[in-house]
């Protein structure tokens, strides 16, 4: 069954476009965490270094403030959202600005990547799958819900950025025809403006309203098929950052992106976490853009397999233990993925499983001639931090460490703010130091892979984004997963989110991407 969704009660038509308007209270800017008013957009300087954040000038705020002061609606049981992104299409072949235009469709080559991703969720359950309205995206949901007899709603706010003058014009087009604000979309696009519109602003209000359809619905597994640009302005609202974070989250064709919603037991707004963020068909570590520019810096932070005292005492990293069997299994998996890639450096905590897991991707790496991926063996430099470890800090809790399930969505919400404030002390030391050893060679290309704590990465990407300590409950990782962040503009530049969590190279040990590793009734 398809439906379409009601318009907005606020509708403004222009000659080019249909521009969605909304009211605008008076905006309180409180963390998503907070029970008070759980929306709040972060607005990011430019660099991803430990320099203090610049304050946002009142225009940069302006995107932030219009669209962030109305909470989310209260769920009635956890819910698990799977956003992904259409396969490639003739314009994304031709290097073309589609915008919210619907003239191109998806290339054999973008329908076999959707064939992937129907594949990849096969097994998964759904309740209803949203679309945006465009024929790239809706041929995509087509082919990934399948046979499924469940309904499929068109919500035109799902449709892509609207680019205005920009749209059907190939990029060095673009470039000659509008000069100074093509530029400005290429650096500065949360204050971009064209034909009179600030889209990236525009798009975040869209985002923001699809949020309250999608939550309200009578739902607990929900799919949504769109594009690139509105997927990064769905995760980012949902989790408080602002237009200024617009090409930061990579959203690749077919990436699947997934955010839990969890109820709050006083009720109102939900907790918001990040399960993960661009699981793709290919391998993420493989060439590739990163907000559509090429990176040759790049931080990979990688989780060690589960440990001999998991099974003991079902609570991962317990102890400085060696891995497991399935912990040396997922081991290999990565460092098989890895071989993509020629790692300069790999940096690991000094606890027994990451060390061992630290060895097996250097011994793989250093077999690539043997294994037919080089020319030549790979030299690998190995280092020790303590600082990529945290599991002391959060023994300390006085709510029991050991009963705060890492698996759970969110669980770094369950400690003292005092010890997510060590926790993001020591993370910063250890930013700092991964940062240096990215920048140490005058190498063109430079891969640094840190291998720690599961907490310990969260926060590193908190540091990426120029986060406070106050986020690290909205992203999780499982695991043996790996994350990827890039650097465009060198390891002093702003960093690009590429993939979090992401676990499908460990093959039928992957973590599954909407049925929960709780077995009970909220997941």
């Given at each position: 069954?398809?439906?379409?969704?009601?318009?907005?009660?606020?509708?403004?038509?222009?000659?080019?476009?249909?521009?969605?308007?909304?009211?605008?209270?008076?905006?309180?800017?409180?963390?998503?965490?907070?029970?008070?008013?759980?929306?709040?957009?972060?607005?990011?300087?430019?660099?991803?270094?430990l320099q203090?954040?610049?304050?946002?000038?009142?225009?940069?705020?302006?995107?932030?403030?219009?669209?962030?002061s109305v909470?989310?609606?209260?769920?009635?049981?956890?819910?698990?959202?799977?956003?992904?992104?259409?396969?490639?299409?003739?314009?994304?072949?031709?290097?073309?600005?589609?915008?919210?235009?619907?003239?191109?469709?998806?290339?054999?080559?973008?329908?076999?990547?959707?064939?992937?991703?129907?594949?990849?969720?096969?097994?998964?359950?759904?309740?209803?799958?949203?679309?945006?309205?465009?024929?790239r995206?809706?041929?995509?949901?087509?082919?990934?819900?399948?046979?499924?007899?469940?309904?499929?709603?068109?919500?035109?706010?799902?449709?892509?950025?609207?680019l205005?003058?920009?749209?059907?014009?190939?990029?060095?087009?673009?470039?000659?025809?509008?000069?100074?604000?093509?530029?400005?979309?290429?650096?500065?696009?949360?204050?971009?403006?064209?034909?009179?519109?600030?889209?990236?602003?525009?798009l975040?209000?869209?985002?923001?309203?699809?949020?309250?359809?999608?939550?309200?619905?009578?739902?607990?597994?929900?799919l949504?098929?769109?594009?690139?640009?509105?997927?990064?302005?769905?995760?980012?609202?949902?989790?408080?950052?602002?237009?200024?974070?617009?090409?930061?989250?990579?959203?690749?064709?077919?990436?699947?992106?997934?955010?839990?919603?969890?109820?709050?037991?006083?009720?109102?707004?939900?907790?918001?976490?990040?399960?993960?963020?661009?699981?793709?068909?290919?391998s993420?570590?493989?060439?590739?853009?990163?907000?559509?520019?090429?990176?040759?810096?790049?931080?990979?932070?990688?989780?060690?397999?589960?440990?001999?005292?998991?099974?003991?005492?079902?609570?991962?990293?317990?102890?400085?233990?060696?891995?497991?069997?399935?912990?040396?299994i997922?081991?290999?998996?990565?460092?098989?993925?890895?071989?993509?890639?020629?790692?300069?450096?790999?940096?690991?905590?000094?606890?027994?499983?990451?060390v061992?897991?630290?060895?097996?991707?250097?011994?793989?790496?250093?077999?690539?001639?043997?294994?037919?991926?080089?020319?030549?063996?790979?030299?690998?430099?190995?280092?020790?931090?303590?600082?990529?470890?945290?599991?002391d800090?959060?023994?300390?809790?006085?709510?029991?460490?050991?009963?705060?399930?890492p698996?759970?969505?969110?669980?770094?919400?369950?400690?003292?703010?005092?010890?997510?404030?060590?926790?993001?002390?020591?993370?910063?030391?250890?930013?700092?130091y991964?940062?240096?050893?990215?920048?140490?060679?005058?190498?063109?290309?430079?891969?640094?892979?840190?291998?720690?704590?599961?907490?310990?990465?969260?926060?590193?990407?908190?540091?990426?984004?120029?986060?406070?300590?106050?986020?690290?409950?909205?992203?999780?990782?499982?695991?043996?997963s790996?994350?990827?962040?890039?650097?465009?503009?060198?390891?002093?530049?702003?960093?690009?989110?590429?993939?979090?969590?992401?676990t499908?190279?460990?093959?039928?040990?992957?973590?599954p991407?909407?049925?929960?590793?709780?077995?009970?009734?909220?997941?």
């Amino acid at each position: 069954m398809i439906s379409l969704t009601p318009t907005p009660s606020l509708v403004q038509r222009t000659s080019s476009a249909v521009v969605f308007l909304f009211p605008i209270p008076n905006p309180t800017r409180v963390h998503p965490s907070s029970s008070t008013n759980p929306f709040r957009i972060r607005c990011s300087s430019a660099g991803s270094g430990l320099q203090e954040a610049p304050k946002c000038s009142e225009e940069r705020k302006l995107s932030s403030e219009l669209y962030s002061s109305v909470p989310f609606p209260a769920v009635k049981g956890a819910k698990r959202v799977v956003l992904v992104r259409h396969g490639q299409s003739t314009w994304n072949e031709e290097g073309r600005i589609q915008g919210s235009s619907n003239f191109s469709v998806l290339t054999k080559k973008g329908e076999a990547q959707a064939e992937t991703s129907r594949l990849m969720l096969i097994d998964d359950v759904f309740d209803v799958c949203f679309t945006s309205p465009l024929t790239r995206s809706k041929r995509t949901a087509e082919i990934i819900w399948g046979p499924r007899e469940e309904e499929m709603i068109m919500d035109s706010d799902l449709r892509e950025i609207d680019l205005y003058a920009f749209q059907g014009l190939l990029k060095h087009e673009g470039k000659a025809k509008f000069g100074e604000a093509f530029h400005q979309w290429q650096v500065d696009a949360a204050n971009f403006i064209i034909d009179g519109h600030y889209p990236v602003r525009e798009l975040w209000a869209r985002a923001r309203s699809c949020w309250n359809r999608i939550l309200l619905h009578e739902s607990r597994s929900v799919l949504v098929v769109a594009h690139n640009a509105v997927n990064q302005a769905l995760i980012a609202t949902a989790i408080g950052l602002g237009t200024e974070y617009f090409r930061v989250l990579v959203q690749s064709n077919c990436g699947v992106s997934v955010l839990d919603f969890i109820p709050r037991a006083e009720g109102g707004s939900p907790l918001i976490c990040l399960n993960r963020l661009n699981q793709t068909p290919s391998s993420p570590v493989a060439s590739g853009s990163s907000g559509g520019r090429k990176a040759s810096k790049r931080i990979v932070l990688v989780c060690h397999g589960s440990t001999q005292s998991d099974t003991e005492t079902g609570f991962p990293s317990t102890g400085d233990q060696p891995m497991d069997m399935l912990g040396v299994i997922k081991s290999q998996k990565t460092a098989e993925l890895l071989l993509d890639l020629k790692v300069s450096s790999i940096v690991s905590s000094p606890k027994k499983a990451c060390v061992e897991t630290a060895i097996t991707i250097s011994k793989v790496q250093e077999a690539a001639d043997c294994l037919g991926v080089d020319c030549v063996p790979r030299d690998v430099e190995m280092k020790q931090m303590e600082n990529l470890d945290v599991e002391d800090i959060l023994q300390r809790s006085s709510k029991g460490g050991t009963k705060i399930l890492p698996i759970r969505p969110g669980w770094l919400n369950g400690y003292e703010d005092s010890v997510m404030g060590d926790v993001w002390d020591q993370s910063e030391k250890a930013w700092q130091y991964l940062i240096n050893e990215l920048a140490a060679e005058a190498e063109p290309e430079r891969v640094v892979v840190a291998v720690g704590h599961a907490a310990l990465h969260i926060a590193l990407m908190g540091h990426c984004l120029n986060l406070t300590k106050e986020w690290l409950g909205s992203f999780h990782l499982d695991a043996g997963s790996i994350s990827v962040i890039d650097f465009p503009d060198g390891p002093n530049g702003r960093g690009v989110i590429r993939c979090v969590n992401y676990t499908a190279h460990m093959g039928r040990w992957a973590t599954p991407i909407t049925r929960s590793t709780l077995d009970d009734e909220e997941f």
